[in-house]
């Protein structure tokens, strides 16, 4: 559906080929998180901890290990010192770091492919009907308006697009908010939005989960600006009214920033320095920004730790059978599985120069997870049923790259661990 809304976009109001609405399951292996697109060369590149380029893309096209080297050679790739310090946006480049933006990545590979078939181009300038693409569909009042095709079609069958929660994650956070802690849901998506994915997912009473809601949170930037910058807005029938000067008490909020969310959080807890835990799925807009900028503990909820076979989610309590057959028409392969042309997210394979052997090397995403998050799990499932005491191994301990993945290290790092510290 993503690939769809923007694709539509692209055919019917910036003239781009109709061919490009043509999706097979097949190509869908092109989508693999961790991806870099270097905006103007069109070619996406999966890079090494070190910035060398381990695998490329031109367009959808594999390049040869020649290529790379003749193109990249065996140094740092030119953008990837601006790349590791994880900034936000640049007009060289962009970071396919999230299941939601990843659709994307490929239809920007198939515009590199029929631009090329029509007319071989040095430069790629599409971004900016990317860009269009994207806020044609989320625009803040695209909700509301009905417009773009991603909206319409989710209100209209959210059946299809959405899972309900497991009921062991609805106990275990009814669990910790018994034991006195805060419950917080920040997220970007705007508040009409939020409250139909909530009410499918979690039910009509997903409120009394949590404490404080804030909705078009606007992430990373919600980490990293100031509360002039940023300010917190109330909220009425969706629409954002006039800017707070603090954060006074709980509820539901639009915006704002980490700095008055925590001056909330010490009055509530009475305690100069609460500690905060905060989950979330995208490296750059969660994992990287809370830790960096709040020094929060972060918890990188993973899917590519559901391991290398194609998994499909059990159906929850209240799912019918046929669901699955549903899901699985759906989505013939699940998002997490290893894809055939890029490999595994956390190691690949440097060839070696001349008569060298090749070396396994870490990823640039797998030296991020160790370096920025707590610990890393595959899915709040994975850890809804441990006391709420459980002892977790941090990714900080024996400085192990591999200590940090609950329930365990994905296979591709035990391959070069021989014995991993797990409790």
Request: hydrophobic content about 35%.
């Amino acid at each position: 559906l993503i690939y769809e809304s923007f694709a539509q976009y692209l055919v019917t109001e910036k003239g781009y080929d109709k061919d490009l609405l043509n999706l097979t399951s097949e190509s869908l292996d092109f989508c693999c998180k961790g991806l870099v697109f270097d905006l103007e060369d069109g070619n996406f590149l999966k890079l090494a901890e070190d910035g060398t380029v381990l695998r490329a893309s031109h367009g959808t096209k594999s390049m040869t290990s020649e290529e790379i080297l003749e193109t990249y050679g065996r140094r740092e790739w030119k953008h990837f010192s601006a790349v590791r310090g994880m900034l936000s946006r640049s007009a060289k480049y962009y970071l396919y770091d999230n299941y939601f933006d990843l659709p994307g990545a490929l239809l920007c590979a198939r515009v590199v492919d029929s631009l090329d078939q029509h007319d071989k181009q040095k430069k790629y300038d599409f971004w900016k009907d990317m860009v269009a693409a994207i806020q044609h569909n989320y625009k803040i009042s695209a909700f509301k308006e009905n417009c773009g095709t991603y909206f319409p079609e989710v209100k209209n069958d959210p059946e299809k697009y959405l899972q309900r929660c497991p009921e062991s994650v609805k106990r275990w956070l009814k669990q910790l908010k018994n034991a006195g802690k805060i419950l917080l849901l920040i997220t970007s998506s705007h508040s009409d939005y939020c409250r139909l994915l909530c009410e499918h997912i979690l039910g009509h009473d997903f409120e009394d989960f949590f404490d404080i809601v804030i909705t078009n949170a606007l992430k990373p930037g919600f980490f990293s600006h100031t509360p002039n910058q940023r300010p917190f807005r109330t909220l009425e029938n969706d629409e954002e009214q006039e800017a707070l000067l603090s954060l006074d008490k709980p509820g539901w909020y639009s915006q704002g920033n980490a700095i008055h969310l925590y001056e909330l959080l010490k009055k509530m807890t009475g305690k100069l320095d609460p500690k905060v835990v905060y989950f979330g799925d995208s490296m750059h807009s969660d994992i990287f920004p809370a830790r960096h900028y709040s020094n929060w503990e972060t918890v990188f909820i993973l899917e590519e730790l559901l391991g290398d076979k194609v998994m499909v989610p059990a159906e929850t309590e209240s799912e019918p059978l046929e669901k699955k057959g549903k899901y699985e028409r759906h989505l013939p392969k699940f998002p997490c599985s290893v894809s055939e042309q890029w490999g595994s997210f956390f190691m690949d394979s440097l060839p070696g120069l001349g008569n060298a052997e090749e070396t396994l090397v870490s990823t640039w995403s797998c030296k991020c997870i160790s370096t920025y998050s707590t610990i890393a799990i595959p899915s709040l499932e994975a850890i809804a049923d441990l006391p709420l005491d459980y002892q977790f191994t941090r990714f900080s301990s024996n400085n192990s790259a591999t200590a940090g993945y609950y329930p365990s290290p994905p296979r591709a790092l035990l391959s070069r661990e021989e014995s991993v510290p797990m409790k």
